[in-house]
């Protein structure tokens, strides 16, 4: 064979080796590139206009973390749009196939709000596939590595630090899920190799010049490949990054929480992995001396905070997630986070887990930390205008001036606030004589002034002088007018804290505090059961007890007309007061707690609660705390005996209640209380207090709940059920000591009747 038919056979062949090469490489279908440029300017309308439903309809969104990625992208252009935005194909960067094609996608947009200035660019290799007859954008055209439960998507060039990361991650994981309690499904981490294609694949808005790393609900986990280059460095990372989302598995609320918040409990997921938290404390506490520490709304909001206290998004807020750590525990943590992710703001959230609004939680925390010394001038001041406020809390309270009283309280604290409207209303009924207020030495911290107060009074021209001091706070407020007020916060208290209660105690009951703690743990779930309360808000709340050392002390904080002994105090809306002797062991504990939050669950089923008969509510506490206490029926069986069971209209107003039937309140309501439950049981009894919790009569309740012709009938039978008259009918007898003397129950325990 010729020589040169050989070599023009071997050169043909080489030819069509070249071009299929080429082909493979950078060849691309004219009409496939057609279609690809209508789509990119469909894309770019749809941005144009913040068209969301547009848009998605040019994705290909099989991937859950794509789809989650470019909804939260449209989201940002419905609600702020661009000013700018074009999407097109990088020429010669084009290979297809079949059903699939790649390039170099571009991008030139010019933010509305965000960072982005005019014309910037981005560009990244991009997929596409046909699906139906139409072509979508699939997203980047990445490499994959797999690890357990989760994948890494990579550039070329980026196989080494993908592998760092398929050995770093599984540490983070494990150590915030063991930290958040749940259990994620599969992740995706992104590594990008561009900070202009990490933004722009963020949202066009995005503020910041310089972003290493992102993570919203349902995306994936997104960083710039050089953040870190170790493997203990990528762990640290991604305890951070997949704090968040181990977040976001408390619910979708949690997505509107101040961005300290969600930055505050990532870094505090990644402080023992980053070793970290000596660090912080030390800046925090410099920046507390200085003064120079960032008011929380100047870092609630990511999109707007300053560029200069961003930072202090991940610094003030992991020390403040720290303290809440060590306060309330990570059981508390959680239900404070929880709570804010089934939609309540964080002052409610607040409220619900610590029992305090978000400025007092605020006060509580930099009371651990250095302040700067307040000058001689700001003392003066200070002083001036709490006596200020002292001069007109005595004129309210010898006026019986209700408003007046309640214009020098401090409304921050809702209990306190409703403890002091009970308060204010009693002087509107009774009017001290004579009222003296005096403060002592005290300190100041920034807006809180603490000091020693003495209340001495008289309700009468011929009433002994009373007196009672306290550990006082007053906090300086901002009126709708602009000007700064000091008001009465109440006591200064010692606190105890355990997840779901908070114990503030007077000087020298710390081991009663401790008992308090437990004590309402072990009740807690017995009354919430006990009152169908279970999968209601109560078992969410947390609840304040308040334990005094003196009888004075407790009654002046009731109101300062209470003479009356007593020994525990609950009204709707207010703390649990215990009276508990200083240097005792009260061993009694659970009772009267169970008691008192058989109070507040009564109070949980509607706005009426509180005006049933009083012994309905004291009958039922004292139901609530039979497990702790017994029923001990023999006191009404005795008077059966003697024919001596007290009237019922006797018993029902706590205003009129004669001193000899104190004790019928307490034990025939329970005991009335117990045969309704024995009888129909513990669903038909909650549903009886119900119904009169929501208005309903006694008679309509004991009609539609129980099934009788009214209460005369219910009355009837339960007599029915005692020992029978075995002398002469006599006058009902005081036997025993009062209720508070023996049990530590108010001689009322629940009114807010006029």
Request: charged share 25%.
């Amino acid at each position: 064979m010729p020589t040169t038919r050989i070599f023009f056979r071997a050169a043909l062949l080489l030819m069509v080796v070249l071009g299929c090469c080429r082909g493979a490489q950078g060849g691309a279908d004219p009409v496939v590139l057609r279609k690809i440029d209508a789509l990119l300017g469909r894309m770019s309308e749809a941005a144009k206009k913040g068209d969301k439903g547009a848009f998605l309809s040019c994705l290909d969104l099989a991937n859950p973390f794509f789809y989650a990625e470019q909804a939260h992208w449209c989201d940002d252009l419905a609600a702020n749009g661009v000013e700018h935005v074009a999407f097109s194909r990088e020429a010669g960067s084009e290979q297809t196939s079949a059903g699939e094609a790649t390039l170099t996608l571009g991008i030139v947009y010019t933010s509305r709000k965000g960072a982005a200035t005019e014309g910037t660019k981005a560009k990244w290799p991009a997929r596409f596939i046909e699906r139906g007859g139409s072509w979508l954008y699939a997203g980047e055209d990445w490499k994959t590595l797999a690890g357990d439960g989760f994948s890494v998507r990579f550039l070329p060039g980026d196989e080494g630090t993908a592998a760092q990361v398929i050995e770093a991650f599984p540490k983070a994981r494990a150590h915030v899920d063991a930290g958040f309690g749940i259990t994620t499904g599969p992740q995706q981490i992104v590594l990008f190799q561009s900070m202009p294609h990490l933004k722009a694949t963020v949202y066009l808005n995005q503020p910041d010049q310089v972003l290493m790393g992102w993570n919203e609900p349902g995306e994936s986990i997104k960083f710039m490949h050089n953040y870190t280059s170790s493997v203990e460095g990528w762990t640290a990372a991604f305890a951070h990054e997949y704090g968040h989302v181990a977040t976001w598995e408390y619910g979708a609320g949690i997505k509107d929480a101040p961005w300290w918040v969600s930055e505050g409990v990532a870094e505090l997921a990644a402080e023992d992995l980053a070793h970290s938290r000596g660090r912080v404390d030390r800046e925090i506490r410099g920046r507390a001396k200085q003064g120079t520490l960032v008011p929380w709304a100047d870092i609630a909001d990511y999109d707007t905070a300053a560029p200069a206290v961003k930072l202090m998004a991940y610094h003030q807020g992991h020390h403040m997630l720290g303290y809440i750590s060590e306060q309330w525990g990570r059981e508390g943590r959680t239900r404070w986070l929880r709570a804010m992710g089934r939609g309540k703001s964080i002052d409610q959230a607040c409220e619900e887990v610590m029992g305090m609004n978000l400025a007092d939680l605020n006060r509580a925390w930099r009371g651990t930390l250095p302040s700067p010394s307040p000058s001689a001038e700001m003392m003066d001041g200070a002083r001036e205008g709490v006596e200020a406020t002292i001069a007109a809390m005595e004129a309210a309270a010898k006026a019986g001036d209700f408003d007046g009283w309640l214009a020098t309280i401090y409304r921050g604290d809702r209990e306190f606030l409703q403890e002091q409207t009970y308060f204010a209303n009693d002087l509107r009924k009774k009017p001290a004589h004579e009222v003296s207020i005096e403060l002592g030495e005290f300190t100041l911290r920034d807006d809180v002034l603490d000091g020693p107060l003495t209340f001495t009074w008289t309700m009468g021209e011929k009433k002994k002088e009373r007196e009672v001091k306290l550990a006082a706070r007053f906090i300086r407020t901002e009126g709708a007018d602009g000007a700064s007020r000091w008001l009465y916060a109440g006591e200064t208290w010692h606190r105890r804290v355990a997840p779901g209660a908070v114990v503030n105690f007077d000087e020298g009951l710390e081991e009663a505090a401790d008992e308090a703690l437990a004590a309402f743990a072990e009740i807690r779930p017995h009354v919430e059961i006990g009152f169908n309360l279970t999968d209601q808000d109560l078992p969410h709340k947390t609840q304040k007890i308040k334990l005094y050392g003196s009888m004075k002390h407790l009654q002046e904080s009731i109101c300062l007309s209470y003479e009356n002994s007593l020994g525990g105090w609950n009204e709707p809306g207010e703390s649990i007061k215990l009276l508990v002797g200083r240097g005792s062991k009260s061993g009694g504990l659970r009772n009267v707690i169970a008691h008192e939050y058989g109070h507040v669950a009564t109070f949980e089923l509607g706005p009426k609660s509180n005006l049933m008969p009083w012994w309905i509510l004291e009958g039922v506490a004292d139901l609530a705390a039979e497990k702790y206490g017994g029923r001990r029926a023999g006191f009404i069986e005795n008077a059966a005996k003697r024919g001596s069971i007290a009237p019922w209209e006797e018993l029902a107003d706590f205003e009129t209640v004669k001193p000899k039937y104190q004790s019928f309140v307490y034990r025939q309501g329970h005991h009335m209380l117990g045969y309704i439950s024995d009888r129909w049981g513990r669903d038909t009894r909650v549903a009886w207090l119900t119904a009169m919790a929501q208005g309903a009569s006694l008679d309509e309740a004991s009609r539609d709940v129980l099934g009788l012709a009214g209460f005369e009938e219910l009355n009837k039978q339960w007599r029915a059920t005692l020992p029978a008259k075995e002398e002469k009918e006599e006058e009902p007898v005081q036997t025993e000591k009062t209720e508070n003397a023996e049990q530590g129950e108010p001689a009322k325990s629940t009114s807010g009747k006029e």
